[in-house]
């Protein structure tokens, strides 16, 4: 039977576990908005944990920094002095220019004229001569796409799309693939016109501002177009073919001739950032106007144009970094399609961490129900670590996200779940065991009082009424500082259920003496004297066959039964203890065994009136009786009086 209900108990707490494992499970699968941005949170530690891999040679960074406004002047500079900055960038070699700038107004200098104020006899006006720049080819003009509920009436727009296939699964339910922009921040009509290449510099963050991600490609009247940074770098490898295959609603492919990009769901990049603000080589854009540059710097490299200076930049907070240049962003995307260097996230990734959710979480199930709390929590820990490290593993060799949050909350909540179901069936374990203990005492002192009864009737009565006065005593003696340590509620119970057995030992007192009416001879006064030691040793006989040692409830009630006759002063019996060497209970037992013996008991003597039994007690107060006792005594004394009439209504005893 007891192996059947541990059993039964292992279930329980068993399937208590299984429970938050399988809510994580789903949660892993529908990433709710609060757990997503958490799962991000935990990507940016991943992130900032691997080694950051270098960036490679083929990405340069051209900066219209506080140096260059200080030597050309105010932003926006002149049209004309742009297109002398892309003529200087191709003459160095530059394989190809992308402009992180939009020149969507015509130029406030729209005037004849060079750059130092002379008329110029080529150029009409310093729009024409950034055209002209253009024209020579390599030059990849940047632009903004709109994503507006409402379409804003749009000027017409001379972008560059691509041709691109996107393949979905045949049996998968149709969605889009792409963002889809309502409108676009176009470059004026003459400029768009002369470059040979444009791409959009859209580059949102995450919810909670962190950019992650940035799109490779978006649609837009139907036709798609693509980003700055791959417009770039399909402009400098010449790729001609691209297809967008879609896995799932979170993952698909891009292809770029022979390149598989992978993407998610929306053809955004997972950005593998190389490291923190200005890791890629920066050169002013006042040292390229005045050829300070070394003639291999730039050679064959995509040079990003855009602008530092302060009142002029536009920065985002990424993982590693809170201020991080807006035209980096673009060169870290280019340079991560060129080094083919990606994060990815598996298609079936989802499916793994749910899967992992249930692995982990069902065995740390069985473990917390077969072993244990405490090898659950090593378990916990040492899982929790595995699954952390391969993931920063998977991160740094693999380029590979799998995200740890879910099956972390799966194995945390499964423990924490069990743990309190653990302890609340093992709670109520103890409280059905302390009850049958309860049960138990109660059914002992019962049948005790039963023996006594069949030996004396009166003192079977006796120790019946002072059950309820030891409470009553005790309960006030517990608003005393000195006693109320010692005299806790479940104390107080004990102390309370145990007083019928004081005296037990009376049991072992012969019939003529116990029974004879009238006064005791000396010898039969000895004889009555025996039985708290009588008392005492049935009760160590019974701790020596059941083998019990240190028992709270056998201790008071050895306390109860062999100390209740000592006296303050000590000239009790059996020991002669004094003052504060008799324990609390025997020193609360001497006072109700007086007030019932004299009160209610007539074998010996006809019994006293309340008031007559109480002020009996005070004067042995000090010598027979605890002081501190007594004074809690003439507190409760009023309650005493109404038990007694209730008690011994049907006594024969007349007070006299």
């Known amino acids: 039977m007891q192996t059947a209900h541990r059993a039964s108990r292992r279930h329980l707490v068993f399937l208590c576990g299984i429970v938050p494992v399988l809510v994580t499970a789903v949660l892993s699968i529908f990433r709710p908005g609060l757990l997503a941005r958490l799962d991000d949170s935990v990507y940016d530690i991943l992130l900032r944990s691997t080694r950051t891999k270098a960036p490679g040679q083929s990405v340069a960074i051209v900066d219209v920094d506080d140096r260059s406004l200080s030597a050309i002047g105010q932003w926006p500079w002149r049209r004309d002095v742009v297109g002398r900055l892309i003529t200087h960038l191709r003459n160095a070699g530059a394989s190809v220019i992308a402009l992180d700038i939009i020149f969507a107004e015509a130029d406030r200098f729209a005037q004849s004229g060079d750059s130092e104020g002379q008329p110029s006899r080529d150029i009409a006006t310093t729009d024409a001569a950034l055209a002209e720049a253009l024209r020579g080819g390599r030059v990849v003009l940047g632009y903004g796409l709109t994503f507006d509920r409402a379409p804003r009436v749009?000027?017409?727009?001379?972008?560059?799309?691509?041709?691109?296939?996107?393949?979905?699964?045949?049996?998968?339910?149709?969605?889009?693939?792409?963002?889809?922009?309502?409108?676009?921040?176009?470059?004026?009509?003459?400029?768009?016109?002369?470059?040979?290449?444009s791409g959009f510099l859209n580059a949102a963050p995450?919810?909670?501002?962190?950019?992650?991600?940035?799109?490779?490609?978006?649609?837009?009247?139907?036709?798609?177009?693509?980003?700055?940074?791959?417009?770039?770098?399909?402009?400098?490898?010449?790729?001609?073919?691209?297809?967008?295959?879609v896995a799932n609603v979170n993952a698909s492919v891009l292809t770029i001739d022979n390149r598989n990009v992978p993407v998610d769901g929306k053809a955004n990049l997972l950005l593998r950032y190389r490291g923190k603000k200005r890791t890629f080589p920066y050169f002013s854009a006042a040292d390229v106007l005045t050829d300070q540059i070394a003639d291999e710097a730039l050679r064959g490299k995509i040079v990003f144009v855009g602008t530092t200076a302060l009142g002029t930049r536009e920065v985002v907070a990424t993982p590693l970094d809170t201020l991080f240049a807006g035209v980096e962003v673009q060169a870290t995307v280019a340079d991560n399609l060129l080094q083919q260097d990606f994060i990815s996230r598996s298609v079936l990734a989802t499916t793994l961490e749910s899967l992992v959710v249930l692995v982990l979480g069902i065995a740390m199930a069985?473990?917390?129900?077969?072993?244990?709390?405490?090898?659950?929590?090593?378990?916990?820990?040492?899982?929790?670590?595995?699954?952390?490290?391969?993931?920063?593993?998977?991160?740094?060799?693999?380029?590979?996200?799998?995200?740890?949050?879910?099956?972390?909350?799966g194995v945390l909540s499964a423990h924490a779940v069990m743990t309190l179901a653990k302890f609340t069936v093992?709670?109520?374990?103890?409280?059905?065991?302390?009850?049958?203990?309860?049960?138990?005492?109660?059914?002992?002192?019962?049948?005790?009082?039963?023996?006594?009864?069949?030996?004396?009737?009166?003192?079977?009565?006796?120790?019946?009424?002072?059950?309820?006065?030891?409470?009553?005593?005790?309960?006030?003696?517990?608003?005393?500082?000195?006693?109320?340590?010692?005299?806790?509620?479940e104390r107080i119970d004990l102390l309370s259920s145990l007083a019928p057995l004081h005296d037990i030992g009376k049991v072992g007192v012969p019939d003529r003496v116990l029974n004879k009416p009238g006064a005791l001879t000396p010898e039969e006064l000895t004889e009555m004297r025996t039985h708290p030691a009588?008392?005492?040793?049935?009760?160590?006989?019974?701790?020596?066959?059941?083998?019990?040692?240190?028992?709270?409830?056998?201790?008071?009630?050895?306390?109860?039964?062999?100390?209740?006759?000592?006296?303050?002063d000590g000239t009790g019996y059996p020991q002669g203890l004094r003052a504060t060497a008799i324990p609390v209970a025997g020193r609360v037992m001497a006072v109700v065994d007086v007030y019932d013996a004299a009160h209610?008991?007539?074998?010996?003597?006809?019994?006293?009136?309340?008031?007559?039994?109480?002020?009996?007690?005070?004067?042995?107060?000090?010598?027979?009786?605890?002081?501190?006792?007594?004074?809690?005594?003439?507190?409760?004394?009023?309650?005493?009086?109404?038990?007694?009439?209730?008690?011994?209504?049907?006594?024969?005893?007349?007070?006299?």
């Not at 049996?171 to 922009?181: I, M, N, V």
């Open 154 to 197: 749009q000027n017409v727009c001379a972008l560059r799309p691509i041709g691109i296939a996107v393949v979905q699964p045949p049996d998968e339910t149709k969605y889009e693939p792409l963002f889809h922009a309502t409108g676009a921040v176009c470059n004026l009509p003459i400029l768009a016109e002369a470059a040979g290449a």
């Open 206 to 245: 995450d919810a909670d501002g962190i950019l992650r991600r940035v799109p490779l490609v978006a649609e837009f009247n139907g036709r798609v177009y693509p980003g700055l940074a791959l417009a770039a770098v399909a402009a400098t490898t010449g790729a001609r073919d691209m297809a967008l295959r």
């Open 600 to 656: 209610a008991r007539t074998l010996y003597r006809n019994c006293l009136s309340h008031d007559a039994t109480v002020e009996l007690i005070v004067r042995g107060k000090g010598t027979h009786f605890d002081p501190a006792v007594v004074d809690a005594f003439l507190s409760v004394a009023p309650l005493f009086e109404r038990a007694s009439k209730e008690e011994i209504a049907e006594s024969v005893c007349q007070p006299n």
């Open 426 to 489: 093992e709670r109520r374990r103890a409280d059905v065991a302390n009850r049958e203990k309860t049960s138990a005492q109660r059914l002992m002192v019962q049948a005790l009082l039963s023996l006594t009864e069949v030996r004396d009737a009166e003192t079977g009565r006796h120790s019946r009424r002072t059950q309820q006065y030891a409470r009553l005593l005790a309960e006030q003696l517990a608003t005393h500082p000195d006693f109320r340590a010692y005299l806790t509620r």
């Open 534 to 568: 009588l008392g005492r040793e049935v009760i160590l006989r019974a701790e020596a066959r059941v083998g019990v040692r240190d028992d709270a409830t056998l201790q008071m009630a050895k306390d109860i039964v062999y100390t209740h006759h000592e006296r303050w």
């Open 366 to 409: 069985v473990l917390v129900a077969r072993i244990g709390i405490v090898s659950g929590l090593i378990g916990l820990a040492a899982s929790v670590a595995a699954l952390w490290l391969a993931s920063e593993w998977l991160l740094s060799t693999r380029g590979m996200f799998m995200s740890p949050l879910f099956p972390t909350i």
